[in-house]
């Protein structure tokens, strides 16, 4: 394990994110004591999640297979009850783990499978791609997908350490990577601008899976993502500027029956977020053009059809940021100053929409 970044996540249960190449060796000293742990995984990373299986078998911990659907299909409820029932054959014990090695939607799913078996038990997510090493492997939001909308069961349950090995990019296709990019800026845009001037001074290489600048975004993206929810694991406040872009993104997602890449719908969401502010008098143009310009670069969507509008409000009901019947918003009152925009009238929300219909 050369070139190791070990970057810590703070808190009432802090753990490390390990970011480097070929790392699955430190993945049993983080599960002292078990001696069974399921490793999930979808049928892209079957290959990888047998090479943990090995790495586990042969540091005494007994490895389950358990193959999940892929992508959005494996958070739903129906898996994860699937998930219990084989770790309740196979008699899993408090003692025992749950790791899941794939892009969010796995670890998502995994680290909601860990937070409810015997109420509890030890997880590690093997981040496979770029947004989930950034993003969804960090921080402990885990869960799944209902009819209502996207994530709306779930818990907070931080993982015991996060492998986020470089070497799985080289499998990522590229349009995935690029997604991930989306979660990336949005951390430039709430709080590290430095992340900005990387990707627009050479989008190619932001989106090079083996060069410097995309382990350089990476990093600076978890350290934001990590500071973060070192103060706010629940979500009581301060953690809600990691939603920017989300209100509209994830009704989005619904909206597209989940088949739409969450990467997409954030950079669609982002575009729309910077609108809003900018019409509430909140952010000024040139700031708000340049997520257009910025996310463009990178290949990303950042519009959406104009007759999808009454279908994405009723959507944006349910966010979890939500209070009763009062919408709220991330937005920004400047470059990384992330504030609330609360209760904005429809007449506001759909003038910001008509920003990003489809020109
Ligand atoms: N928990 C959180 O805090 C959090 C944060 C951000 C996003 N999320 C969730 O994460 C999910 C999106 O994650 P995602 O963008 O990784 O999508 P994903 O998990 O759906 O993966 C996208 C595709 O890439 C494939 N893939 C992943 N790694 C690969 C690799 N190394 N080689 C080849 N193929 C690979 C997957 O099998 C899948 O087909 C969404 O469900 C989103 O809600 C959660
Ligand atoms: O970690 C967080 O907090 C985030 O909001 C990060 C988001 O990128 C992520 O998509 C998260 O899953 C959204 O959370 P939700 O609570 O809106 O479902
Ligand atoms: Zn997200």
């Known amino acids: 394990m050369d070139d190791v970044t070990r970057i810590p996540v703070g808190g009432e249960r802090p753990y490390d994110v390990l970011v480097g190449r070929d790392l699955l060796g430190a993945l049993p000293g983080l599960l002292p004591g078990a001696t069974r742990a399921a490793v999930l995984h979808a049928p892209p990373l079957k290959a990888l999640a047998d090479a943990v299986g090995e790495r586990l078998r042969a540091a005494g911990v007994e490895p389950l297979a358990i193959e999940v659907p892929d992508a959005e299909s494996g958070k739903q409820i129906d898996v994860a009850a699937a998930c219990w029932d084989r770790l309740g054959a196979a008699g899993f014990t408090r003692t025992d783990a749950v790791v899941g090695v794939g892009g969010g939607a796995v670890t998502d799913l995994a680290g909601f499978v860990a937070a409810c078996w015997l109420r509890g038990v030890r997880w590690v997510p ?178 959406y059809p104009a007759e999808a509008w009454p279908r994405l409000l009723a959507a944006m009901r349910v966010d979890k940021k939500a209070r009763g019947a009062r919408l709220r918003f991330v937005v920004l009152d400047g470059l990384a100053r992330p504030a609330m925009l609360e209760g904005p009238d429809d007449a506001l929300l759909e003038a910001a929409y008509q920003e990003v219909c489809a020109r």
Not at 133 to 153: E, F, P, Q, S, Y
Not at 251 to 259: H, T
């Open 126 to 303: 093997v981040a496979t791609s770029l947004l989930g090493m950034v993003d969804a492997a960090v921080g402990g939001k885990t869960g799944i997908n209902t009819a209502a909308g996207k994530n709306l069961v779930g818990a907070f349950h931080p993982p015991v350490g996060v492998l986020a090995d470089l070497a799985t990019l080289d499998s990522l296709p590229a349009v995935d990577l690029a997604a991930g990019l989306a979660e990336v800026v949005k951390c430039g845009f709430i709080a590290d601008p430095a992340i900005l001037d990387l990707v627009e001074r050479d989008p190619a290489a932001a989106t090079d899976a083996r060069g410097p600048a995309t382990r350089e975004l990476i990093e600076r993206a978890i350290r934001v993502k990590a500071d973060v929810v070192a103060g706010d694991l629940r979500e009581s406040g301060v953690r809600e500027v990691l939603n920017y872009g989300h209100t509209l993104a994830h009704a989005i997602e619904q909206n597209e029956g989940y088949r739409w890449r969450h990467g997409h719908a954030v950079a669609v969401g982002l575009v729309y977020a910077a609108a809003l502010a900018r019409l509430a008098g909140r952010l000024d143009a040139p700031t708000a053009e340049r997520h257009r310009v910025t996310l463009t670069a990178l290949g990303l969507p950042v519009s």
